[in-house]
C-alpha cells in the first residue's frame, strides 16, 4: 500500500532536470507556485501548462507515474472543486433547493481545480528529480542565512537527513515485531476499533523501544565520529551552481515574464 | 505428528522488477519428535522457509501437511496453526512488551483463547522450561532483565503455547559464550521433556552437529542436501563450495587430510578428534614414550 | 621518546555508574592500568559485563573515569580542549552494524567524519574514495546502506573512522551481530589495517578472533586477569575457562594429545600450527 504513492518519491534518472543544483530547483518550484497564484485566468495556465510540460519532457520522469501521485490527494481536489462549485454567489445555471450552481461558481470551481492539480504536480517534480538527501542539503544551504536569527538550518537538515537513513529500518523492525507477535497469536486485522486499536500495543511497544535504542546508539556513534553540530563543518559535496542552473535561471525569469505580462495584457 | 512439506516455492514481489525467488521447489520431511538444524548462507531462504511452516507467509505453490493437515489450505485457522508450531524469531527479547514477565508469557496462551487458569499454569511451567525461577522473576519488568534472561523469557512466551512443533531461529545470536552454552543447553532440555520436533537454525555448526538428528542444508532457495549430521557433513568440499563451514573437529581433520594425513572423515566433535588422532599417532605414542 | 610507543595510556582506571533505581554503585571497571605501543594488534576479552565495553567507550572520551587517567597519543581524555584530538585518534566502531551509520548514502556516510573535522572539501572526497577501497566497498559507494549486508554496513563504518585518519581504532565487539561470512570480512580488514599501521585494539568476546591478535587481554569484573601473547595465555586453558570463555580448538587437542603421552608444544596454538606438527610425527 505504502509503496503505492508516487507523491514525493524520488524517480531515478540522469535528465538534466535531475543533474541541477537543489537550490536551483528549489527556488525554481517556489517560483512556479508564486507564478500559479499570479495567474488570474486560463491563458495564464496555459502558459504554466506549456512550461511544466516542457520541465517533465526534459525530465523524461513517465507523465503516468506523475499522474499517479495526484490520487491520494484526489479528494483534496474534489472537495475544493465541490465547494467552490456551490458556494460562489452569481448567475444560477442549476439548482436543487439550496444547493445552486452558478455560472461564477463552475468557472471558479475549475479554475481552483486547474491551479491545485498544478500546484501538486509542480510541486511533486522537485521531489520526483531531486534525491532527498540532495534537497536535505539545498534546504539546509538555503535557510543558512536565517540562521543568523536563530532559524537551526543545520538541526533540521541532520534531523531529515537521519529520518531518511532510518525510515527502512525502522519499517523493517515493524515487520520483523509484527510477524513475531503474530506468531504468538496476535490478530492486527479483525475486531472492532477499539480492539484493533488494543491489539496495537503489542508492536508499538517495542517498536518505541527499538527506535529509542537507535537514537542512542546513533547519538554516541555520531560523537565518537566528532560531531559537535553545525558548527565549523565542512561538506564534501559543496553545492555548486553551473552553467546549467544559470540557463535554467534564465528559463525562470522568461516564465516569470511571460505569467506577469499575460496578467496585466489580456 | 510429522511434516511433509512438498514442492513450495515463493516469490517476494513478485510481478515487480525487483522480484526474487526466495524459494523454489522445496520439499523435505521431519519425522515425530525429530530434531532438525537448518543450515545455509544468509539470504539463502532459511527464514523464509520457516516463515511457511507458520503460516507467516503463503507459499505460491506447494503444499506443507503438518501431521495430516495441508496449512497453505483456504480453509485452515490461522489460530490453529500458531498453536501447533511455534516460531521463535532471531533476537526475540526486541518483542518482549509487557509490564511483568508473567503477562509477557501469557500473551501467547491468551491469544490462543485458553481459560485464566491454564494460562497460569502454562506460563509456571514454561519459566520453569527455560530454566528460570518463576517466584523471582514473575512480577518484574521483563526490562531489567539480563540479556540472556531476555532470551529466554521470550522463548517461554512460545513454549507456553505448547507447540507441537518449535522452531529457533539463531536463538543464541549475538549472546557471550556463557549464555550460548545456557541457551543450548536448554534447547536440549527442551526438546527431551517436550519430545516435539524441534527445528533450529544456526550458523554454529558445531551446535547443529551437537544436537541435530538431520541437517538440512538451503542454498539458494533450493535443499542442497539432507541427512544426518554425519553424512552432510563429511561432504566437506560441497559444503565450502557454498560458502558454509564445517564443525571445528570437522575442519581440523579435513585439513590434516589435505596434507596427507590418514584421518578418518566423519569426526563431528573434538573427543572424536582426539580419539581419531591418537589411534593414528599410537606407533608415536610409544616411541615417545620409549 | 615515550610517546612515540605508547599510544594508550591507561593509569589507576575506576569507572562508576549509579544503576537507576536502587541507588546502588556498580563499580564496572576496577583499578585498570594498561598501556598499548603504537602499531599492536591487542584483543580485549571477556563476558557480558566484564566491563570491556565501559574501557573502549572510556577511551574515545565517550565516557570519563570516575578516577584515574587515561592519555591517547598524548592527549588527556578529561580534558574538554583536546576531546577533539582524543577521538579523531582513537576511532570507534561499535556493535550494531545499522545503528551507527548516519547517512542514506554510504558515500556520505563515510565523509561525516572528515567533515565534522572541517577538512576541505577535495581532501575530503580523496580520503572517502580511499577509504571505501580500503576496505572493499568502493563500488557500493553510491548505495543505500539498508540495502546491504551486516558485514558491508561492519565495513562502511570502518571505513568512516578511517578517513579521520586515526592513530588507533577501537572496535566494540564487531562481529557480534554478523554471520560468518560478515565476521571473516571484518577480520581481514582489521588485519589489514594493523599491516597499514594502525593500532588495533578489538573487544570480542570471541576466542577465535582473540587468537589472531598479537596480545590477549582478559577482562573480568572490572579488572584484568589475564595479559600476554595467545601463546601465553592458551597455556592457562583452565582459567579461560573458569571465566566460562572458550578455548582454541587446536588447543584443546595439544592438551588431550599430551594427556595421552605425545609431547605437543606449548607454543603450537593455530590450526596450521598443528597439523604441519602432526604431519610431521606421521
Redesign the interface.
Known amino acids: 500500500m505504502i509503496r503505492d504513492i508516487t507523491l514525493g518519491q524520488y524517480y531515478p534518472g540522469e535528465s538534466w532536470i535531475h543533474k541541477l543544483d537543489p537550490r536551483t530547483k528549489i527556488i525554481g518550484t517556489f517560483v512556479f507556485l508564486v507564478a500559479l497564484f499570479l495567474v488570474k485566468d486560463f491563458w495564464g495556465f496555459l502558459v504554466a501548462v506549456a512550461g511544466l510540460a516542457l520541465v517533465i519532457g526534459i525530465s523524461r520522469v513517465p507523465l503516468s507515474f506523475i499522474l499517479k501521485g495526484l490520487k491520494p490527494v484526489f479528494l483534496i481536489i474534489l472537495f475544493t472543486f465541490v465547494i467552490n462549485m456551490f458556494m460562489t454567489k452569481g448567475e444560477t445555471l442549476v439548482g436543487w433547493g439550496f444547493l445552486v450552481i452558478t455560472r461564477e461558481g463552475l468557472y471558479n470551481a475549475f479554475f481552483m481545480g486547474v491551479r491545485l492539480v498544478l500546484l501538486i504536480i509542480g510541486s511533486s517534480l522537485l521531489t520526483l528529480t531531486t534525491k532527498p538527501i540532495k534537497l536535505t542539503d539545498g534546504i539546509e544551504n538555503l535557510l543558512g542565512p536565517l540562521k543568523k536569527i536563530g532559524v537551526p538550518a543545520h538541526e533540521l537538515a541532520m534531523m531529515m537527513t537521519i529520518a531518511l537513513r532510518f525510515i527502512p529500518t525502522l519499517l523493517e523492525e515493524t515487520d520483523k515485531i509484527m510477524k513475531a507477535q503474530m506468531a504468538r497469536g496476535a490478530d492486527f486485522e479483525s475486531g472492532n476499533l477499539l480492539k484493533r486499536a488494543k491489539s496495537l500495543v503489542p508492536l508499538l511497544i517495542p517498536l518505541f523501544i527499538s527506535a529509542f535504542r537507535i537514537a542512542q546508539d546513533l547519538a554516541m556513534a555520531m560523537e565518537a565520529r566528532c560531531y559537535n553540530g553545525g558548527e565549523n563543518r565542512t561538506r564534501m559535496n559543496a553545492m555548486r551552481y553551473s552553467r546549467r542552473d544559470f540557463l535554467a535561471a534564465g528559463a525562470m525569469i522568461f516564465f516569470v515574464v511571460l505569467i506577469v505580462m499575460e496578467r496585466n495584457l489580456i | 505428528m510429522s511434516i511433509e512439506v512438498k514442492n513450495i516455492t515463493h516469490i517476494y514481489s513478485e510481478g515487480m522488477p525487483y522480484e526474487s525467488v526466495a524459494l523454489q521447489e522445496v520439499s523435505f520431511s521431519v519425522a515425530d519428535g525429530e530434531f532438525v538444524g537448518i543450515i545455509g548462507h544468509t539470504g539463502s531462504g532459511k527464514s523464509t522457509l520457516v516463515q511457511h511452516l507458520n503460516g507467516l507467509l503463503k507459499p505460491k505453490s506447494g503444499a506443507i501437511f503438518i501431521g495430516d493437515v495441508d496449512i497453505t489450505g483456504e480453509k485452515v485457522l490461522m489460530r490453529d496453526i500458531r498453536r501447533r508450531i511455534g516460531l521463535v524469531f532471531q533476537y526475540p527479547e526486541y518483542q518482549l512488551f509487557e509490564e511483568t514477565v508473567h503477562k509477557d508469557v501469557a500473551f501467547g496462551p491468551i491469544n490462543l483463547g485458553l481459560s485464566e487458569e491454564e494460562t497460569d499454569h502454562r506460563v509456571r511451567e514454561a519459566i520453569g522450561l527455560v530454566g528460570l525461577d518463576y517466584q523471582e522473576l514473575a512480577e518484574r519488568s521483563p526490562f531489567e532483565l539480563s540479556g540472556g534472561q531476555k532470551r529466554r523469557i521470550a522463548i517461554a512466551g512460545v513454549i507456553a503455547m505448547k507447540p507441537e512443533v518449535l522452531i529457533l531461529d539463531e536463538p543464541t545470536a549475538g549472546l557471550d559464550p556463557r549464555a550460548h552454552k545456557e541457551i543450548l543447553d536448554m534447547i536440549r532440555s527442551i526438546h527431551s521433556t517436550e519430545k516435539n520436533i524441534t527445528l533450529l537454525i544456526s550458523h554454529n555448526m558445531n551446535d547443529i552437529a551437537a544436537l541435530s538428528d538431520k541437517v538440512l542444508v538451503m542454498e539458494r532457495g533450493q535443499v542442497a542436501m539432507m541427512g544426518t549430521p554425519r553424512e552432510v557433513f563429511s561432504k566437506g568440499a560441497e559444503l565450502k563450495k557454498m560458502g558454509l563451514a564445517l564443525p571445528p573437529a570437522a575442519e581440523f581433520m579435513d585439513r590434516m587430510k589435505e596434507k596427507g594425513f590418514p584421518a578418518e572423515t566423519s569426526v563431528l566433535t573434538k573427543e572424536e578428534a582426539l580419539e581419531a588422532l591418537l589411534f593414528q599417532l599410537k606407533d608415536n605414542r610409544e616411541q615417545v614414550v620409549q | 621518546m615515550n610517546l612515540m610507543e605508547t599510544i594508550i595510556r591507561i593509569e589507576n582506571l575506576i569507572f562508576e555508574y549509579k544503576r537507576e ?1 536502587e541507588q546502588e554503585v556498580v563499580r564496572a571497571i576496577d583499578n585498570v592500568s594498561l598501556e598499548i605501543p603504537r602499531g599492536s594488534f591487542t584483543a580485549i576479552i571477556g ?3 566484564s566491563g570491556k565495553s565501559t574501557l573502549a ?1 572510556n577511551l ?1 572520551a ?1 565516557l570519563l573515569p570516575t578516577s584515574g587517567e587515561i592519555w591517547i597519543d598524548g592527549y588527556n581524555t578529561r580534558d574538554p580542549e583536546s576531546l ?1 584530538q582524543v ?2 585518534r582513537a ?2 566502531v ?1 556493535q ?1 552494524p ?8 554510504v ?2 556516510d563515510v ?11 577535495d581532501e ?2 580523496i580520503r ?1 574514495d580511499e577509504s571505501l577501497k580500503a576496505v572493499g566497498m568502493y563500488e557500493e559507494r553510491k548505495k ?3 540495502l546491504l ?2 558485514g558491508q554496513k561492519q565495513r562502511i ?1 570502518i571505513a ?2 578511517v578517513a ?1 585518519k586515526p592513530q588507533c581504532i577501537i572496535l566494540d565487539e564487531p562481529t ?2 554478523l ?4 565476521r571473516d570480512e571484518v577480520m581481514a580488514i582489521m588485519k589489514k589495517l594493523h599491516q597499514e599501521g594502525i593500532t588495533i585494539l578489538l573487544i570480542t ?1 570471541f ?1 577465535e578472533e582473540a587468537a589472531q591478535a598479537e596480545r590477549v587481554i582478559i577482562m573480568d569484573q572490572g579488572r584484568i586477569c589475564m595479559d600476554g601473547t595467545p601463546e601465553e595465555i592458551f597455556a592457562r586453558s583452565r582459567e579461560i575457562r573458569e571465566l ?3 578455548v582454541p ?2 588447543v ?2 595439544a592438551e ?2 599430551r594427556e ?4 605437543v608444544p606449548r607454543s603450537i596454538i593455530t ?1 596450521e600450527e ?3 606438527y ?2 610431521q ?2
Open positions: 533505581e563476558r557480558n559485563g567507550k574515545n565517550l577533539w577521538r579523531q576511532g570507534m561499535f550494531n545499522d545503528n551507527q551509520l548516519v547517512s542514506s548514502i558515500e556520505d565523509a561525516f567524519g572528515p567533515e565534522n573535522l572541517a577538512i576541505p572539501p575530503i572526497r572517502v543505500a546502506p539498508h549486508s551486516g563504518a568512516g573512522v579521520m557480534a551481530m554471520d560468518p561470512r560478515g568476546h576466542m566460562s570463555l572458550d580448538l587446536p584443546e587437542l588431550g594429545l595421552n603421552g605425545i609431547p590450526t598443528m597439523v604441519d602432526l604431519c610425527l606421521k
